[in-house]
């Protein structure tokens, strides 16, 4: 059987290498596969999100898991979607500048979040949750 911290830092691997083509085909001015893979990155990342904000954190909260460190977690989601929208704007301007600055704070933004998430956070989840990890797991692909 999977973990959570498996899982998810799966889905952030995933994510992870979306962003770095998409940077890749910003800097390169291929706005047109820029356009594309920055997409698929940003809804990824939509559902990364989803899967936490709907399912998992709420789940270890009902738990009596710890409420500071989730709150953490959404206010540092809220800053990367505000990010991720001035990143499709400068997609759609077509402005590697603009991008290759945005995509920089995004990637420290990225590392440090993804850090707590995947050495503290889930930890925390899969001892909590350990009874109903599976079905959680189930519950998240699905959204």
Partial sequence: MKTITEFMTADHTACDDEFARAEE????????????????????????FKMEEEILFPTLKSAGGPAGPVHVMLMEHAQIKELLKQMAEAVAQKNAKSYGGLSETLLI???QHNHKEENILYGMADDILANEREALIERMQAV
Avoid: G, Y
């Fill in 25 to 48: 085909a910003a800097l390169a001015n291929n706005w047109s596969k820029a356009e594309t893979v920055f997409n698929k990155f940003r809804d990824d990342m939509a559902h990364h």
């Fill in 109 to 111: 933004v990225l590392q």
